[in-house]
């Protein structure tokens, strides 16, 4: 098997497809069925991220490529064998290649995928697992209503037990030592994006200038001001899957970041010979790449600075955990933490969201302050 990406020439109604994965025989001749599940799975199905790209092209390469290596049929679904060609696999990656147990749960979901998409298409006649209920952990005070079918849920009998690693945040000691350390005002007005609003890179490498106004000058009367995230109003914003949203940003931090606009982007503004939408510029007055990557090497190295190892998605973890916290510990806001949550951070399902419940009940006993005032109180000693 090989794996190729395709350049520009790939072309699908109309529009250019670069990086997009291709999967070949040895023949060189292609893989049909996979290739197909790519359309319909990364341009046309739920996902529609270039982000999930490269983990949907590599899984099924890896499952291919066994399923070649060892002469056997993938639509073979009735071997007559006690393990699937799926189960084979899987205990094919945990035994012999030691891979992780997070690496093969995400490869198997996408073999999982194409499955379910071949039976639609009529390629098999069934599918080579089944679902069965497992019992699942209840969860705590207000989510109880949220688990529908008493404790039980349907889980493909082929995965192994999701890992239950939690993400990683920061403190708040650990935000004042990362910001303390970060000397460049455009890296530190970056960050403190992504410490307010829960955005992921690419949100914060595309977010407009035109989305920064005068908090005093606004029509919004409310503490929180209301901000549209829209990929398609000719702002060059970029979300994942092309989705609108809506969040909510301060007044002070909106403030904060007007006031950035009008001091100290336009050093960066003026080495360019045109003007440029995104609100951060690098040091050559231009925008970021539109996937964000260049920010992780730039908080990672702050966070060096700072005796850290930190990323950028951790930033939007850190907002994630110590909102849901500040939230639940002020009932009177009258939301719904996690419903909150869920649409600040642009979550499709609100079981994504859970895991930062899960971060908040391991942090019950902590004496934990509200988030947004620690950053204000943070904002005003700098």
């Avoid at 069925?33 to 739920?46: D, I, K, S, V």
Wanted: net charge positive.
């Amino acid at each position: 098997m090989k794996l190729v990406w395709a350049t520009e020439d790939l072309v699908i109604a109309g529009q250019p497809y670069p990086g997009f994965p291709i999967l070949l025989w040895n023949s060189m001749e292609s893989c049909i069925p996979a290739n197909q599940f790519f359309r319909h799975y990364l341009l046309r199905g739920a996902i529609r991220s270039k982000r999930s790209w490269p983990s949907t092209g590599r899984a099924l390469y890896d499952f291919f490529s066994f399923i070649e290596a060892h002469d056997l049929d993938w639509h073979d679904v009735d071997r007559g064998e006690a393990k699937s060609l799926v189960a084979a696999y899987r205990d094919y990656c945990l035994d012999s290649c030691k891979l992780a147990p997070s690496t093969t749960y995400q490869r198997l979901h996408y073999i999982c995928e194409f499955y379910e998409f071949s039976l639609n298409q009529g390629w098999v006649k069934r599918l080579p697992f089944t679902y069965e209920e497992r019992l699942v952990k209840r969860q705590r005070g207000f989510l109880m209503h949220l688990d529908a079918r008493g404790g039980k849920a349907m889980v493909n009998d082929v995965m192994p037990r999701k890992p239950k690693a939690l993400p990683k945040f920061l403190s708040m000691v650990e935000v004042k030592a990362l910001l303390a350390a970060t000397e460049n005002p455009h890296h530190r007005m970056m960050m403190r994006l992504a410490l307010y609003t829960g955005l992921r890179r690419e949100e914060i490498a595309t977010f407009p200038l035109a989305y920064v106004f005068d908090p005093d000058k606004s029509e919004q009367r409310a503490r929180n001001l209301r901000i549209c995230l829209d990929p398609f109003d000719g702002s060059g914003m970029a979300t994942k899957g092309s989705k609108p949203r809506e969040i909510r940003v301060s007044r002070k931090f909106m403030a904060e970041l007007y006031r950035y606009v009008t001091k100290v982007r336009g050093e960066r503004a003026s080495l360019s010979k045109t003007l440029q939408r995104a609100l951060f510029l690098n040091q050559f007055g231009e925008p970021y790449s539109a996937d964000g990557k260049s920010l992780n090497r730039i908080i990672s190295e702050a966070g060096k600075q700072a005796g850290l190892k930190v990323h950028t998605h951790m930033l939007r973890h850190t907002y994630a955990t110590h909102t849901l916290v500040s939230l639940q510990r002020n009932p009177e806001s009258g939301l719904e933490p996690l419903v909150y949550l869920q649409r600040q951070l642009g979550h499709s399902s609100i079981q994504t969201t859970m895991v930062y419940l899960h971060l908040v009940n391991e942090m019950a006993d902590q004496a934990v302050l509200a988030y947004d005032d620690e950053l204000n109180a943070l904002a005003g000693a700098a």
